[in-house]
């Protein structure tokens, strides 16, 4: 069966993120990352990105190929060192932190090429996902397992997969993937989601109904969401600011409406197959 926006559902009512508090853009950010300057072997990638995302924000970066977006969100995410710069999390510093101590912090990440354990079903991939998290043993397999079943189940529902819990992963459409991704990202609870081109392979009617409910999950979950996307439907329609880097540089930011009028954001597409117009 397809997933469909209408079958997707509201974000859970899980309890809300401890450290972030109303969601207001007065209160500290989820994210903060000041002047960041990343080259390799004299190629200027990202050259003094600043950008803030705030609880319960959707924040896309955009921009032509090569922009630095990767190096940028790698940089955040703990994969690659800065040369300078400073990564915040809630007021935290964690420049330089590995990937693994971010995650533990509260930092989750989709990859654009779906990474879940196809040999297990759908709602097995969420069960070990809770498991790493709560960071308990395997041993006994079946009872460690088990215990994870409701929170796993919770967790299903949320995204709209709750029919097809006891599927092999393997035989999940493309879509029903990308969501069982996000729900899998979701187990580690994260204050921060980072996506990377998170409707990339995804038809044009399931990209809306996927971010739409991203968007629902970060509101309900008081989770700021940075993501990368290709779709200008996509980023035009579900981000609520768009942060627009050419050559290692921001180049304009704003609301969709500040962006789609800007002169800068328009230049840096021209010569893409992109059109930044509403249909
Ligand atoms: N590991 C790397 N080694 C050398 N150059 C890289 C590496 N990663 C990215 N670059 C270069 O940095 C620039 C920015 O790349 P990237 O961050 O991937 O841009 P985007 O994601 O916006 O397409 C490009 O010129 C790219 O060739
Ligand atoms: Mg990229």
């Known amino acids: 069966m397809k997933i469909t926006a209408a079958t997707a559902g509201p974000g859970m009512p899980g309890p809300l993120q401890g450290s972030v508090s109303s969601g207001t853009r007065s209160s500290q950010p989820v ?165 990377d081109e998170p409707t990339a392979g995804m038809a044009p009617a399931e990209r809306g109904a996927m971010m739409a409910l991203v968007r629902d999950l970060a509101r309900s979950r008081t989770m700021g969401v940075l993501f990368t996307e290709h779709s200008m439907d996509v980023v035009f329609g579900h981000a609520d600011r768009i942060v627009v880097m050419a050559q290692g540089q921001v180049i304009a930011q704003g609301t969709p409406d500040e962006v789609r009028d800007d002169p800068a954001a328009r230049a840096a597409y021209l010569g893409e197959s992109m059109s930044i117009d509403t249909p």
Request: charge should be positive; include cysteine.
């Open 31 to 195: 994210l903060a990352v000041q002047g960041l300057h990343k080259a390799f072997a004299g190629v200027k990638a990202v050259q003094g990105l600043s950008l803030e995302v705030h609880a319960g924000e959707m924040l896309a970066l955009i921009g032509p190929n090569g922009a630095g977006k990767s190096t940028s969100f790698n940089c955040i995410n703990g994969q690659l060192k800065p040369d300078s710069g400073s990564v915040c999390l809630g007021g935290q510093d964690v420049t330089g932190r590995a990937p693994r101590a971010l995650w533990r912090a509260g930092v989750a990440r989709t990859f654009q090429v779906a990474s879940i354990w196809s040999s297990f079903t759908v709602i097995g991939n969420l069960q070990m996902a809770l498991l790493v998290r709560a960071g308990q043993t395997l041993r006994p397999f079946g009872r460690a397992i088990a215990a994870q079943r409701d929170a796993a189940m919770a967790l299903l529902d949320a995204v709209g997969l709750q029919t097809l819990a006891e599927e092999p992963a393997s035989t999940l459409a493309y879509g029903d993937i990308k969501r069982l991704e996000l729900a899998v990202a979701l187990a580690n609870q994260p204050r921060l989601l980072l996506m």
